[in-house]
């Protein structure tokens, strides 16, 4: 979840791996195996704001972290075959929307990666007024361009698609926090839905359901893109935006990006939905939300 007014940090790409050109593996079972993985999206993904004051934290992104306190998808898959080891790379970034999506997918295909996770789309509803936010059928598309550059680049690759959170519930669990609500204003933070968090107003009202209905449009099209893409991708099933987050799971510099906490119960959640492709047990702390 990034907010339009973080600037600094757009047209960063964090790499947390050399360039790398090795391609999946089938072990001897059979298996399929990824041997490199690329993070896509924004700043959710490249874990900003979980480590420190307004930076990205690569390591302890939900997907492609190789910190220990986040047991992400690299993580889980490296615990099944090394081979996948230090060819984690993130190329999210804060602030990123649906438009930039196939620019990061064309570098994760420039990387020979044989797996990518794709998480965006809180950024194109999280904008200053709600007629900037993005159309549903032009965030489809977006999305779908970007996932058809991976299958033509990629062949034999597999991409995971995550749901876009609850923005609404993000309003819920903050909104009676003053200190939250401090940062929610001062910094601009998706005034679409945050603005005037304690307005009780029908108008403010409406615009909160509006916000979270277009979410929820957005996370339908993910579903469609995904189905129709085929067995080679699989979306969670609205799985992230269903997961019940509290303050504890929000990072304290800004209380709008996931913590570590927040990271690790991502990375819990998303994986079940390609957990079969592992075909093995995948080393898990046995924690659910």
């Known amino acids: 979840m990034a907010r339009r007014t973080v600037t600094a ?7 947390t791996a050399a360039w790398v050109t090795p391609s999946a593996a089938v072990s001897a079972a059979g298996l399929w195996r990824p041997v490199v993985m690329a993070a896509t999206g924004d700043s959710i993904s490249a874990g900003f704001n979980a480590c ?3 930076v990205t934290c690569a390591s302890r992104s939900w997907t492609s972290g190789d910190g220990q306190t986040v047991l992400s998808h690299y993580l889980r898959f490296r615990s099944l ?4 080891t230090g060819h984690n790379v993130n190329l ?4 990123a929307t649906s438009a930039n999506l196939a620019g990061q997918i064309a570098g994760a295909v420039a990387r020979r990666a044989d797996y990518v996770t794709v998480l965006i789309g809180a950024q194109d509803a999280c904008v200053s007024e709600e007629r900037l936010m993005t159309p549903v059928a032009v965030y489809q598309s977006r999305v779908a361009e970007a996932l058809q550059l991976f299958r ?6 597999r991409v995971f698609v995550a749901s876009i959170p609850d923005l609404k519930r993000l309003w819920r669990v903050g909104r009676d926090n003053v200190v939250a609500r401090g940062f929610w204003s001062i910094g601009r933070i998706c005034p679409t839905m945050l603005a005037r968090p304690t307005s009780n107003a029908p108008a403010d009202r ?3 359901d ?3 209905d277009r979410v929820v449009a957005y996370n339908a099209a993910l579903a469609r893109v995904c189905a129709a893409y085929g067995p080679a991708c699989r979306f ?5 935006f269903t997961t019940r987050f509290t303050l504890d799971h929000l990072s304290r510099w800004d209380f709008f990006h996931p913590n570590a906490a927040g990271q690790q119960l991502i990375a819990q959640r998303t994986f079940e939905a390609v957990r079969d492709w592992a075909g093995a047990p995948v080393w898990d702390p046995g924690i659910r939300p």
């Open 9 to 15: 940090f757009t047209g960063v790409v964090v790499l």
């Open 52 to 54: 420190g004051w307004y």
């Open 81 to 84: 075959d090394e081979a996948i």
């Open 92 to 95: 999210a970034v804060p602030g």
């Open 152 to 157: 033509t680049g990629r062949p034999g690759g």
């Open 206 to 208: 409406a615009r909160r």
């Open 210 to 212: 509006r916000v979270r």
């Open 236 to 240: 969670d099933g609205d799985a992230l």
